[in-house]
């Protein structure tokens, strides 16, 4: 069974709203080190995470999204709100963590999810 399963991702207009969901199975779950990343590009960027239980946030999307999660249910959650073309990107969630260097770099992170796409159009 695949670890991480994201879903939520879709097409919404610019100004629209979603929610992201990522639930862990098999016990690789770890609630103080989850995350949101996207790559638009060549790279994952860092989007959300929570780290040692405190939130942070990539400068673009502070304001605008916020990462949850809900431990009984090993699920964690991004809501984004007032999208706007430039978060058109392929999301994926992140669990677990080396505890070394900052939430934002990709080798940090243990177990990644599979993606889901997410289009803002104008």
């Known amino acids: 069974q695949v670890p991480l399963v994201e879903s939520g991702g879709g097409s919404v207009q610019a100004g629209g709203s979603l929610r992201l969901s990522c639930v862990a199975w098999g016990g690789i779950y770890d609630r103080n080190c989850v995350a949101w990343f996207r790559r638009r590009r060549a790279e994952r960027e860092g989007v959300a995470a929570i780290w040692m239980l405190t939130p942070y946030y990539d400068a673009s999307v502070k304001g605008r999204f916020t990462i949850s999660q809900d431990y009984e249910k090993k699920t964690v959650y991004l809501q984004m709100n007032s999208l706007n073309p430039t978060d058109t990107a392929m999301y994926y969630c992140?669990?677990?963590?080396?505890?070394?260097?900052?939430?934002?770099?990709?080798?940090?992170?243990?177990?990644w999810g599979q993606g889901t796409q997410v289009t803002v159009s104008s």
């Open positions: 992140a669990v677990g963590c080396q505890y070394g260097g900052n939430w934002d770099e990709t080798w940090q992170w243990k177990t």
